[in-house]
T-cell receptor, first 112, second 112 residues
């Protein structure tokens, strides 16, 4: 099983729809979790952290399920500008709480 | 606040030649990372520095790649000799808080 696994997509979604991505991680010792966004030919940028209780930032909601070892990102009322690659990031493993692992990313295309 | 600076933005070389990339992190960020991102994949960690000490270089191909961070500020990543499969974007990132990385725009390397 890969350390951090994401569905590569692409997800082609009409504007205004709701879309959800999942990301699974293999190490139960992982301690913190993030979603990054990467636009085409640009650098990744932090979108949001993922807290145990779940968190929401406008149209974006992140959830953590420790028992099943996955995190999710929900985007409501999607906009054309949401088109990007979304990278799941997991931090922490046994004896290395600062080890950061990126998933390969999920590509999202919002269709007009 | 100035972001992470990288240079050069683009570099084209022939295989077996050498190349060097430079990174200046955000002021005050003790942790500096070099990532390699091949098209269609997530960033892969090459090396992580904490101040001027190496924390993790387990995925750095040490027969051809080297990196240093003298004085705990800026850093250079060198490839010598380059191979075709080294064609990628080399991303430098820095962080103050574990998991919240700030990336530079990247250095795009093409090896012919």
């Amino acid at each position: 099983r890969k350390e951090v696994e994401q569905d590569p997509g692409p997800f082609n979604v009409p504007e205004g729809a709701t879309v959800a991505f999942n990301c699974t991680y293999s190490n139960s010792a992982s301690q913190s979790f993030f979603w990054y966004r990467q636009d085409c030919r640009k650098e990744p940028k932090l979108l949001m952290s993922v807290y145990s209780s779940g968190n929401e930032d406008g149209r974006f909601t992140a959830q953590l399920n420790r028992a099943s070892q996955y995190i999710s990102l929900l985007i409501r009322d999607s906009k054309l500008s949401d088109s990007a690659t979304y990278l799941c990031v997991v931090n922490g493993e046994m004896n290395r709480d600062d080890k950061i692992i990126f998933g390969k990313g999920t590509r999202l295309h919002i269709l007009p | 606040e100035a972001g992470v600076a990288q240079s050069p933005r683009y570099k084209i070389i022939e295989k077996r030649q050498s190349v060097a990339f430079w990174c200046n992190p955000i002021s005050g960020h003790a942790t500096l990372y070099w990532y390699q991102q091949i098209l269609g994949q997530g960033p892969k960690l090459l090396i992580q520095f904490q101040n001027n000490g190496v924390v993790d270089d387990s995925q750095l191909p040490k027969d051809r790649f080297s990196a240093e961070r003298l004085k705990g500020v800026d850093s250079t990543l060198k490839i010598q000799p380059a191979k075709l499969e080294d064609s990628a974007v080399y991303l430098c990132a820095s962080s103050l808080v574990t998991g919240e990385l700030f990336f530079g725009e990247g250095s795009r390397l093409t090896v012919l």
